[in-house]
Structures are given as structure tokens and as C-alpha cells.
């Protein structure tokens, strides 16, 4: 973690995970159209299989390029590859049957086809150590990875094998725990847990998706990072004022929690709560495909000095990049960038 600070600039800057993919690459107009697929979503890719991953290593030089001429210091790989966050990693797992799926309410209330356990879940081999080798192979900056939480998997499968909701959760919080060794061993830098859905279920979260996240994160050497959302502003319009379950992760073994605060215009005493992690600021709005000009982007990471130090910011994009058009995806994120050198210049002097 020490080496990983200093090779970072003050407020350095990232995506939460994913990028805009190519037109020739996805069908966005069937990705715009859908909730996350928690299956598999094969109709999504507009390549040939035989072609596929060929495409999709294309795309991810893409993605990387793009963050590197915008003046991004920490780098992912865009979740090129992904149909969404978490199908990619839970459909690799086994004790699923994605044959006959079952199903279950997103955070919207409506019903989704999903993962049916039918087994004991097991991850039998790594699932994103090649994405990961491809990426920093690719660029010298600092690289992150993303893998899908314990509870957000529980919450996304229809559990037809364990006896209650906590025991799925603590089986895919082994599987997590498994993969973030993995990545961390091929050479990470940062590995993120996203937990949409603690901020969906709060009571659910409370009860065992803290303990699920707990026990991914046991054991594991190197810097970690739980990300929490509102869901994608492509999909979820509307935003509450606060975080429903945010204050819980204060004494989480995590490093840094990844937080969005641009579309929602978010109450940021909330970050008092967090006073021992970075805190990865969401700041750049994706419900818009208007760039913002730096100076806005820039007094939206001011708002939260008073409660975190600038020593304990990354500067982020809210997430659910991958559902803006490229050139507004390029646009913010050298906005983004801008900022940060107007905020160096201001703290350094």
C-alpha cells in the first residue's frame, strides 16, 4: 500500500470500473435497453464467438489508450469484456445452473432471469487473472481490478441449494476471497468489491452481507476497496439524498470505499463516518451526456475537504460508464483529469 501511495500523485484519478464499449463491438442499443444481465447476455456482442475474444482484446487497448491520453493515473480495464459487472464472474462459478435460470427482483422491483444455485458454489479456476495479465501488460500505471461482492451475487441467484440467504452469501464471499488472492498475486494493484445492493438491501446488508464481506476480504494482502452505488443512471433515474448503508463499512478491513456523489448531489458529512479510509470520490454526473467543464467537476471534490483530507481522495466517475456514448465517456474523464491538476495546484501551492 505504501509503494502503491507513492507512486500516485495528490487526488489522483480513476474510473470506478467500466468504460464505454464500442459500438462495433456491443449492441447498445439491447445493452441501453436492459437492466444488468445476471445471465449470460451472448446476444449483446455483435462478433462472431470464433472472433470474440480477439474483439474484445481490441477493445480493451481501447479502453486503456483512452485512459491514458485523458490523464488517468490509476487504469481498469474498462470491464471490456463484461455483458455486465457481475455476470462475467458469477456465471464462471459452479453449483449454478444457467440452463434453466431462475429469478429475482433487481433494485427496481421487477423481476430478472438470474443464476439458479442448485449446488455448493465453487470457483474452480481463476476467472479475471487473464484480464488482469492483458492489463498490465498493456500500460505502466497503476491498475485496479473489479470482482462482484458476496452479497450483490447472493442477491442476483435464486437459491434453490442452501438453507437460508447468509450461507449463499458466505459461499460466494470463499469464491471472492479465492479470486482477489489470485489478482493480487498476478499483480494488482487495487482489487474493488462491488456491493450495489448493500445500498438497495440495507436490512439484508446489515444482517449478513457485512459479515459475507468480511470474510472475502479475510486474509487478503494489498489495497482493497468496496464500492456502493445508487445504480446506474442510465437505468436508475431517480437518487436518493443519502446512503442507506454507508457508516457500517467504518470498521470494514477495507481501504477505500467508492462512493457517487455527482447526480445525486450527496449530503457529504456522510464521509465523517469513513474518517480511517480513502475515500473514492464519484464526481463526474453519467446521467448526462454533456461534459462538464473542470471547474465544476473540480468544486464538486471541494465540497468534501472539510470532512476528508486530500491525502484520503481518489477522484472518480459515478459509475455505469459503459452506458455513455465514447466521445462523452473521453470527454469527462480529460475533465476529470483537469480538475485534479486545478486542485494540485491549489493544495500544493
Known amino acids: 500500500m505504501t509503494s502503491l501511495r507513492a507512486s500516485l500523485p495528490l487526488l489522483p484519478t480513476s474510473l470506478v470500473g467500466s468504460y464505454a464499449q464500442p459500438d462495433w463491438l456491443i449492441d447498445r442499443t439491447k445493452l441501453a435497453g436492459r437492466f444488468p444481465p445476471r445471465v449470460r447476455a451472448k446476444e449483446l456482442w455483435r462478433i462472431p464467438p470464433e472472433h470474440l475474444a480477439q474483439a474484445q482484446d481490441d477493445g480493451t487497448l481501447l479502453a486503456i489508450r483512452a485512459q491514458e491520453r485523458a490523464g488517468l493515473d490509476i487504469l481498469t480495464d474498462g470491464e471490456i469484456r463484461r455483458e455486465s459487472y457481475s455476470n462475467h464472474f458469477a456465471t464462471a462459478l459452479e453449483g449454478v445452473d444457467l440452463d434453466n435460470p431462475g429469478s429475482a427482483l433487481d433494485r427496481s422491483g421487477h423481476p430478472n432471469p438470474v443464476p439458479r444455485i442448485t449446488g455448493p ?16 501488460a498493456n500500460t505502466s500505471h497503476p491498475v485496479k481490478m473489479t470482482v462482484p461482492g458476496p452479497f450483490t451475487m447472493s442477491q442476483q441467484a435464486q437459491n434453490d441449494h442452501y438453507p437460508d440467504p447468509e450461507s449463499a452469501a458466505m459461499a460466494y464471499a470463499t469464491a471472492v476471497n479465492a479470486e482477489m488472492r489470485d489478482l493480487f498475486a498476478a499483480g494488482a494493484d487495487i482489487v474493488q468489491i462491488d456491493e450495489p445492493y448493500m445500498q438497495a438491501r440495507p436490512d439484508a446488508a446489515r444482517a449478513y452481507g ?27 433515474h431517480e437518487r436518493p439524498s443519502g446512503y442507506s448503508f454507508l457508516p457500517e463499512l467504518a470498521d470494514c478491513p477495507v481501504q477505500q470505499v467508492s462512493i457517487e456523489t455527482a447526480q445525486s448531489g450527496l449530503d457529504l458529512g456522510v464521509l465523517a463516518d469513513l474518517s480511517a479510509k480513502t475515500v473514492i470520490l464519484g464526481v463526474v454526473d453519467l446521467s448526462d451526456h454533456s461534459v462538464e467543464p473542470a471547474e465544476v467537476v473540480a468544486g464538486r471534490v471541494r465540497r468534501a475537504f472539510s470532512f476528508v483530507p486530500p491525502e484520503r481522495i481518489v477522484i472518480a466517475t459515478d459509475c455505469g460508464m459503459k452506458y455513455l456514448p465514447r466521445t462523452s465517456a473521453e470527454g469527462k474523464m480529460r475533465s476529470m483529469a483537469a480538475a485534479a491538476e486545478i486542485l494540485r495546484t491549489e493544495v500544493l501551492g
Open 121 to 136: 458454489i465453487r470457483r474452480p479456476r481463476a476467472v479475471e487473472v487473464g484480464d488482469l495479465e492483458f492489463l498490465r
Open 210 to 236: 457485512l459479515a459475507a464481506l468480511n470474510a472475502a476480504l479475510d486474509g487478503v494482502t494489498g489495497t482493497t476497496a468496496v464500492h456502493i452505488c445508487f445504480g446506474y443512471a442510465a437505468i436508475i
